[in-house]
C-alpha cells in the first residue's frame, strides 16, 4: 500500500508516511540524510529519512514505530532504493546515517559517497566541514541550522522541521561536483573512493562497538 503523501505549498517537498510510493525513480544519484532522536545510532530511533535527485525538490519519509501506529523499517521501496547497486546514495557524514539504517531498517547501504570525506581531502586549508559551512564557502547558498536540534520523533513534523530537512539533501548534488572536480586535481579521487566503499563496513564496526575506542587507534 503505498504512503499517503502530503503535498507542500511550494511543491518541491513531498512527506511520506512509512515507505517511497511505488514506482518512483530518483535517478542514478540520490543524496540521502536522516534526522533521528540522537547522535547514537545503536541507541537513538530513526525518525525522517530525505532524498533527493537533485533536482531542486525531495522526499521525506517518516518513520512511525508501531507501537505509535506506524510501520517501523516496514518500507520495502526505500530499502530497495538504499541497497540498489546501481544507484549511488550520497550523504553528507555517511558513516553515521549508514549505521542508523544498517541498524533501523536492516539494509547494508550501498554504494555510497560522502562529501565530508570529500571535502576533507581537498579542504586541508581548513577543519571547516560542516554542510552550513562548505553551502557556504563552496556555493554561496546559507542553509539554516535551527531546527536541528528539535524533536524529530513527534508525531506532526512542523513546516519549519520539513523544510530545514529537506534542505539537507537540495544541495548534495552541487556539492559533490565541486568536491569531486577537486579531487580529480588533486589527485585523490581515487582514494576517496576506497573510503566511500568502506563506510559500510565502518557503520558496522560503529554498530558492534569499535567507535570508541576506534578498532584502528593503537
Ligand atoms: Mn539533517
Excluded at 536522516?34 to 545503536?42: A, I, K, V, Y
Excluded at 506506524?70 to 544507484?87: E, Q
Excluded at 570525506?117 to 559551512?133: C, S
Amino acid at each position: 500500500m503505498a504512503g499517503v503523501t502530503q503535498f507542500m505549498s511550494n511543491g518541491s517537498l513531498r512527506l511520506h508516511r512509512h515507505d517511497l510510493p511505488d514506482g518512483l525513480s530518483l535517478g542514478p544519484l540520490v543524496a540521502i540524510d536522516t534526522e533521528t532522536m540522537g547522535l547514537d545510532p545503536r541507541r537513538d530511533r530513526l525518525c525522517l529519512v530525505q532524498l533527493s535527485s537533485g533536482d531542486g525538490s525531495a522526499h521525506l519519509v517518516q518513520i512511525v514505530p508501531p507501537e505509535l501506529g506506524g510501520r517501523g523499517g516496514d518500507c520495502p521501496n526505500l530499502k530497495a532504493l538504499l541497497a540498489d547497486p546501481n544507484t549511488v546514495k550520497l550523504f553528507h557524514f555517511a558513516r553515521f546515517d549508514v549505521a542508523m539504517l544498517q541498524r533501523s531498517l536492516g539494509v547494508r547501504v550501498a554504494p555510497v559517497r560522502c562529501t565530508k570525506i570529500a571535502a576533507k581531502m581537498v579542504r586541508t586549508f581548513t577543519d571547516r566541514h560542516g554542510l552550513r559551512d562548505l553551502c557556504r564557502e563552496i556555493l554561496g547558498v546559507e542553509i539554516s541550522k535551527q531546527q536541528q536540534t528539535s524533536d524529530w520523533g513527534a508525531a506532526e513534523l512542523t513546516p519549519e522541521q520539513l523544510a530545514y530537512a529537506a534542505s539537507d539533501v537540495l544541495h548534495l548534488h552541487a556539492l559533490w561536483e565541486r568536491l569531486e572536480a577537486l579531487l580529480r586535481r588533486e589527485g585523490r579521487l581515487e582514494l576517496a573512493q576506497a573510503c566511500f566503499d568502506f563506510l559500510p563496513t565502518r557503520g558496522a564496526l560503529d554498530l558492534l562497538g569499535w567507535e570508541t575506542p576506534d578498532i584502528f587507534a593503537h
